[in-house]
Structure formats: C-alpha cells, structure tokens
C-alpha cells in the first residue's frame, strides 16, 4: 500500500487514539492531578518503548548537536503538551477544550508558513478553516448559551496553549525524524519528556503515596499509557514522516467529535445531530486536503 495513504491512516488512528483519551481522561482526572497523571502517563509510554530505545541506540549514534532538539521537543509534545491538556479538562468542559484543541492545524500552518517548511495555499487555508469550523458545529450543543466563566477561560487557554506545543513539535521534529526512523525518535521524545517531567511531579507528591485509584482509573491510566501514549504518539510521529505537518495535524479535528461518539456507550451521552454534521464537514475538509496534495510541491 502506498504509503501516503497508511500515513494517513496512521494520522486518523492516532487522532481516534486522542479521542478516546479524553474519555479516558475524564474518568481519571479528579483522582489525581494533572502533573502526576502526565507522568504515569508516559512513564508507560516510555516502559512500552524502551526495547525500541534500547535496540535502537545500539545500532545508530546520536549526533551531539541533535541532543538538546530531541529532548526539547520531547518537553513541548511529553511535559508541557499533556500537564496543559490534563489541566484544561480538569477546568474547562469537553466541548470547550475540543474547540480549543482544534486551532492545532492553524498554528501548525501558521508556523510551518512563518518558518518556510510548508507552502501556503488557498486550499489549505479553507481546509484548515473549514475543518475548524466542523468541530464548532458538532460541540455548539454543549456550549452555546453557556456562560464562561474564569474557569473555563482558564481551561481554553491550557487548551491553545497545549496545541500550540504540538504544532511546534510537528514542524519542527521533521527534519529529526527523518534522520533517525518516526519509531526511535518517538521513543526517545518521550523519554526526554517523562524524565523532566519526573522532578516536577516530585514537587506535587507523585512519589510521596502508592496511587489509589478506583478499578476504572487504573484502566484509564493503563489505556492512556499504552494506546494512548506509545500508540498514539508513534503513529502520529510516523505520519509526520510522510506527511506536511499541516496534512498531519487536520486529523486531529477528529479528535473531539470522537470523543463525544464515544461518550454515548461510556458515558451515557446523546449523540446530537450536530455531531454527524461536523464529522461530514471535517471529513470534507480532510478530503480536499488530500486530495490538493498532488497539486502542491510540498507532500
């Protein structure tokens, strides 16, 4: 199979990945805090990956100069990425924070633009304008009419900033990826990134008490480790590989429209109409973008 088409498919199955996350998020979040729950988030993330990293670092040396981009990086998409994502859920509603996380694309076409890694075209900036508009749609049943309160601004802005971190990670991690395999550079990403986190979660307690978390909290945790982190994060990582940062990030429109799907079996939640209205029109904006990539000089 071409493999344009499974880094899509790859980009899709990790952005259905984040989807469920925040299910799995909501289930955890008010049993801990958010610092803690990125690290043990990642720290099996990491565990998961380490043979990856291991083997890998026997067969290929890494370039001194590359050192301080990797875990940089690894601290934007493993530290600052989900402390900021964890936050926001625990101040902001779900729908507010999927319409926050779905400025990624914008940011990634805003910089990738500015930084001259990615062309600007009219095709994307509609793609990228009407996919946001789809996430819109499909959460406007939970928060028009709504008030926002500080709270919620609070949580909008951990959201904005959190993909904002992601967007500088999928511009800016190309060239590394490239270089080193999406596999390798994920699993040392993520390393770098729970190994700064780790003092930081020292400072809340994280190391202080065994966690007690109920039955579904540890199927969260053990789910958002796993899938939710290894998984996701390689796959996404392996997309970018073949992938515009841009044509990468769009997915991630599916993302919260995932989330509120998956709500109704978990959660118990009405899938509202406007729901499968903004899933049509995000998938519109993901088939145009493809479909002008020919069209384009960039992949």
Same mark, same amino acid.
């Given at each position: 199979?071409?493999?344009?088409?499974?880094?899509?498919?790859?980009?899709?199955?990790?952005?259905?990945?984040?989807?469920?996350?925040?299910?799995?998020?909501?289930?955890?979040?008010?049993?801990?805090?958010?610092?803690?729950?990125?690290?043990?988030?990642?720290?099996?993330?990491?565990?998961?990956?380490?043979?990856?990293?291991?083997?890998?670092?026997?067969?290929?040396?890494?370039?001194?100069?590359?050192?301080?981009?990797?875990?940089?990086?690894?601290?934007?998409?493993?530290?600052?990425?989900?402390?900021?994502?964890?936050?926001?859920?625990?101040?902001?509603?779900?729908?507010?924070?999927?319409?926050?996380?779905?400025?990624?694309?914008?940011?990634?076409?805003?910089?990738?633009?500015?930084?001259?890694?990615? &062309? %600007? #075209?009219?095709?994307?900036?509609?793609?990228? *304008?009407?996919?946001? =508009? @789809?996430?819109? /749609? !499909?959460?406007?049943?939970?928060?028009?009419?709504?008030?926002?309160?500080?709270?919620?601004?609070?949580?909008?802005?951990?959201?904005?900033?959190?993909?904002?971190?992601?967007?500088?990670?999928?511009?800016?991690?190309?060239?590394?990826?490239?270089?080193?395999?999406?596999?390798?550079?994920?699993?040392?990403?993520?390393?770098?990134?729970?190994?700064?986190?780790?003092?930081?979660?020292?400072?809340?307690?994280?190391?202080?008490?065994?966690?007690?978390?109920?039955?579904?909290?540890?199927?969260?945790?053990?789910?958002?480790?796993?899938?939710?982190?290894?998984?996701?994060?390689?796959?996404?990582?392996?997309?970018?590989?073949?992938?515009?940062?841009?044509?990468?990030?769009?997915?991630? &429109? %599916? #993302?919260?429209?995932?989330?509120?799907?998956? *709500?109704?079996?978990? =959660? @118990?939640?009405? /899938? !509202?109409?406007?729901?499968?209205?903004?899933?049509?029109?995000?998938?519109?904006?993901?088939?145009?973008?493809?479909?002008?990539?020919?069209?384009?000089?960039?992949?």
């Amino acid at each position: 199979m071409n493999k344009v088409i499974l880094a899509n498919i790859a980009s899709a199955i990790s952005s259905l990945s984040a989807g469920v996350a925040i299910v799995a998020t909501r289930f955890i979040i008010h049993e801990t805090n958010p610092i803690s729950l990125a690290f043990f988030r990642y720290l099996i993330a990491t565990i998961c990956l380490f043979p990856i990293l291991y083997l890998g670092l026997q067969k290929q040396r890494i370039a001194t100069n590359h050192i301080l981009p990797i875990i940089v990086l690894g601290v934007l998409l493993y530290t600052l990425f989900p402390w900021g994502f964890s936050a926001a859920l625990k101040y902001t509603t779900a729908s507010y924070g999927a319409i926050a996380l779905a400025t990624m694309p914008v940011f990634t076409l805003t910089i990738a633009y500015f930084f001259k890694k990615e &062309t %600007l #075209t009219k095709t994307k900036l509609f793609g990228v *304008a009407l996919a946001f =508009l @789809g996430v819109a /749609i !499909a959460v406007s049943d939970s928060w028009m009419g709504t008030a926002l309160s500080k709270d919620n601004l609070l949580g909008i802005l951990l959201m904005l900033g959190s993909a904002s971190c992601a967007a500088i990670y999928s511009v800016f991690s190309r060239p590394l990826l490239k270089l080193y395999g999406p596999i390798l550079f994920t699993a040392m990403a993520i390393t770098a990134g729970m190994l700064v986190l780790s003092p930081i979660a020292h400072t809340v307690g994280t190391f202080t008490i065994i966690p007690t978390f109920s039955i579904m909290g540890w199927i969260s945790l053990a789910f958002l480790g796993v899938i939710g982190g290894a998984l996701q994060f390689t796959a996404y990582t392996w997309a970018l590989n073949w992938l515009t940062p841009t044509r990468t990030a769009i997915y991630l &429109t %599916l #993302t919260p429209i995932s989330a509120i799907i998956l *709500a109704y079996p978990l =959660l @118990g939640e009405n /899938i !509202a109409l406007e729901v499968v209205a903004g899933l049509i029109i995000v998938l519109v904006a993901v088939f145009l973008l493809n479909r002008a990539r020919t069209k384009d000089k960039d992949v």
